[in-house]
């Protein structure tokens, strides 16, 4: 059993909302993700702003009970209260939520995706040496590409 959290970031009077079973972890996440360069409406506009990302930033608006995070119907229930905070403020539109909490995935269906992926690492975590040198991710390879390090490594080439 675990409690179900839906949290606000709010920069500028605009609202990212989000949920989780596990706060600390998924706020963890959200530092590491911004540090990384990860992108998303968030920590772009973030970034633009010249803004830190920081904790402070983040607050909790909704804490259910303590309920079964295997139950299908319970989370089903919850990102539509995750939702209702989204539409409530149009935080895809006019926010920085890039998309919305519910949709009309099972959990069996999201269950297959994670074993799916779980199944299939070696193809999801290919890693390969770009021409500049560094040892990545093949998926990130694009990415790595329009990216400082990559643009270093290359003019220090020439």
């Known amino acids: 059993m675990n409690t179900f959290v839906i949290y606000c970031i709010e920069y500028d009077n605009l609202k990212y909302y ?3 079973f596990n706060f600390s972890d998924r706020t963890d996440e959200h530092l590491r ?3 990384k360069g990860v ?3 968030l920590y772009d506009y973030i970034r633009i702003k010249n803004y830190t990302f920081t904790l402070d930033n983040i607050k909790i608006v ?3 009970e303590k309920i079964d995070s295997n139950d299908d119907k319970n989370i089903r229930l919850k990102l539509k209260k995750e939702q209702s905070y989204i539409d409530l403020h149009d935080s895809v539109n006019n926010g920085l939520n890039h998309i919305n909490a519910w949709n009309n995935r099972t959990l069996e269906q999201l269950n297959y995706l994670k074993q799916y992926k779980m199944n299939n690492q070696d193809v999801f975590n290919k890693r390969i040496v770009c021409e500049c040198g560094t040892i990545l991710i093949e998926r990130n390879l694009t ?3 329009v990216g400082v390090t990559h643009k270093q490594k ?3 080439k020439i």
């Open 18 to 20: 989000g949920s989780t």
């Open 33 to 35: 993700e911004f540090s």
């Open 39 to 41: 992108v998303k409406k």
């Open 62 to 64: 909704y804490e259910s």
């Open 143 to 145: 990415r790595h590409k």
């Open 154 to 156: 290359m003019n220090l």
